[in-house]
């Protein structure tokens, strides 16, 4: 056997062998528990990732019955971490998070970079997102107050619409 062809069956062992593991140690405790009445309880973190590089997290705890259909529930989710009680699942959405789209404000920092805060730019905000640095000099006057008074983020579209019109003002020219 040629030496990638090694290295490939051990690369699928490796991957494949924990969540069979896990597969098998689950069903049986379920087969187990099935004689008793009493389905497995497993505690469930799911991620959600978010375009602007936010994360949520939701706790619970599932009611097992069925293997299949629980993985069948989490179709789509990337599992990241397994064990006899406990699952994390992670899932990239293609989405602003709810934390922006409640209080995002595009603006500008006083170095002049592009910048989502949480509330207006008028006052001192957290940032939550930082794209790049415009050349100030090149905007339209009301570009400039747009970005002093902040300009709401309201979902994915206007989010991409903000930062692609503010992309042709950056210091860095773009790599082709």
């Given amino acids: 056997m040629s030496q990638l062809k090694r290295l490939k069956s051990i690369l699928v062992i490796a991957v494949c062998f924990p969540i069979l593991f896990f597969t098998f140690q689950l069903f049986g405790k379920n087969l187990s528990e099935a004689k008793t009445g009493e389905p497995l309880k497993v505690n469930v973190l799911l991620e959600r990732v978010y375009l602007d590089g936010e994360t949520s997290e939701e706790k619970k705890t599932e009611t097992v019955w069925s293997m299949e259909d629980f993985w069948a529930e989490y179709e789509g989710w990337k599992l990241l971490e397994e064990g006899p009680s406990r699952m994390i699942f992670r ?16 603006g500008i920092t006083d170095n002049g970079i592009l910048t989502i805060f949480l509330g207006k730019p008028d006052h001192p905000s957290k940032v939550i997102q930082s794209f790049f640095q415009i050349d100030v000099g090149k905007l339209e006057t009301k570009n400039v107050q747009e970005l002093d008074k902040g300009i709401r983020v309201e979902n994915r579209k206007n989010y991409v619409k903000v930062i692609e019109s503010f992309r042709r003002y950056s210091t860095v020219p773009e790599k082709k």
Avoid: R, T
């Fill in 91 to 106: 899932k990239k959405v293609d989405d602003i998070s709810p934390l922006m789209k409640a209080n995002g404000y595009f």
